[in-house]
């Protein structure tokens, strides 16, 4: 085994020893929640007027999705969240609260918005009956509301967050830009987190960058470092990654590729990219939070940036071989995969 296998391998056994020494931390997170609807179905006709699938529903499931997947994953790895989202005072947004509650989550600190709709994500997959095993997504339709949310309640979401800092060990900002977080709201928030010296772990929507200045470490999906490197002009994504770095004040920069890897960026130190080992993607449908719990988890715990992005790229595999609608992380197929991961490069020095 050379050097490289040999501390990557090391550093497995860290973050799965680490897995198991989590009770007690507590995260604070802030960010917006959805109410994810799938439905599941055959797909074996086209409508006689339209050139679409008729899709024969025969399975319909329900989950918290966006900020919530990280409430669940962090939840399930161990740790106490302390949660502040907003949802409507509707069936969805009741939904929403009543199943973090079954999962043990404290809801205190969800607020429910009178008179507003929850944002509901809904996503329709179909497969050929007897002839497909995998079905596969045909529409996904967002249902929410369409005026913008008022800044009160960011506000009031932004106070509760801070009081909870202290006694925290990270802070996630999961932002959809649907209002839960503002830029003053996230700048009060970052700078307190400095203050106490606790990681920030941002995944902002493209369009809201300036929620993520001097963050920790900020996420992005592939595609949209290649938007980015575009607008700025970049030769390459090295180039652009340095600049957003540079330019909004982060301490690194996480790129998650899916069957391409992850990618690490820092301001100070190398970039590393780890390659994804999941042998049979399926879907990618949580990749974002379940990253975001990885580096709250590793960073939180004292763990270097890098061991942090090997977590979350563990993290990213675990997703990406989910079923799509149980893609939050958890921590026995994390547990399980860091000890795969760990094995696999054992053998491959026999």
């Not at 009770?23 to 006709?45: E, W």
């Not at 596969?136 to 249902?143: G, K, M, P, V």
């Not at 913008?148 to 801070?162: H, I, N, Y």
């Not at 990885?294 to 715990?301: E, N, P």
Request: aromatic content about 4%; proline content about 2%; glycine content about 8%.
């Amino acid at each position: 085994m050379d050097e490289e296998q040999k501390s990557r391998t090391d550093t497995l056994r860290r973050l799965r020893t680490s897995l198991d020494e989590m009770a007690g931390s507590r995260v604070t997170l802030i960010g917006d929640v959805m109410l994810d609807r799938y439905h599941h179905g055959y797909a074996n006709n086209l409508n006689s007027i339209a050139p679409v699938p008729v899709l024969k529903i025969f399975q319909t499931d329900e989950s918290p999705g966006a900020a919530a997947h990280i409430a669940r994953g962090l939840n399930s790895i161990g740790l106490d969240v302390d949660f502040h989202t907003c949802v409507g005072d509707d069936r969805e947004g009741k939904t929403i609260v009543e199943m973090l509650a079954q999962d043990g989550i404290t809801t205190a600190g969800i607020e429910s918005v009178a008179g507003r709709h929850t944002l509901v994500k809904i996503r329709f997959f179909g497969s050929r009956e007897s002839l497909l095993d995998e079905d596969q997504i045909l529409l996904q339709a967002d249902r929410g509301p369409l005026d913008a949310m008022d800044d009160s309640v960011s506000e009031s979401l932004t106070a509760s967050a801070l009081a909870s800092l202290d006694q925290s060990c990270a802070l996630v900002i999961s932002d959809y830009d649907k209002g839960a977080v503002t830029v003053l709201g996230a700048s009060q928030l970052i700078s307190a987190a400095r203050e106490h010296k606790i990681p920030v772990i941002v995944d902002p929507k493209l369009t809201g960058l300036d929620r993520s200045r001097g963050a920790t470490v900020v996420l992005v999906e592939m595609r949209g470092m290649e938007l980015m490197r575009r607008r700025m002009g970049g030769e390459d994504a090295q180039s652009a990654a340095e600049e957003l770095i540079e330019t909004y004040e982060w301490d690194a920069l996480v790129v998650l590729g899916g069957v391409h890897g992850v990618t690490l960026y820092q301001a100070a130190g190398e970039t590393v990219h780890i390659d994804c080992s999941a042998s049979t993607p399926k879907q990618q449908i949580g990749l974002h939070d379940a990253a975001a719990t990885a580096l709250a988890v590793a960073l939180g715990h004292g763990h270097s940036m890098e061991d942090a992005a090997l977590l979350a790229a563990a993290a990213c595999d675990c997703i990406l071989t989910a079923a799509a609608s149980h893609e939050f992380l958890d921590r026995e197929t994390l547990g399980t995969w860091l000890d795969e991961l760990s094995w696999q490069l054992q053998i491959s020095d026999r």
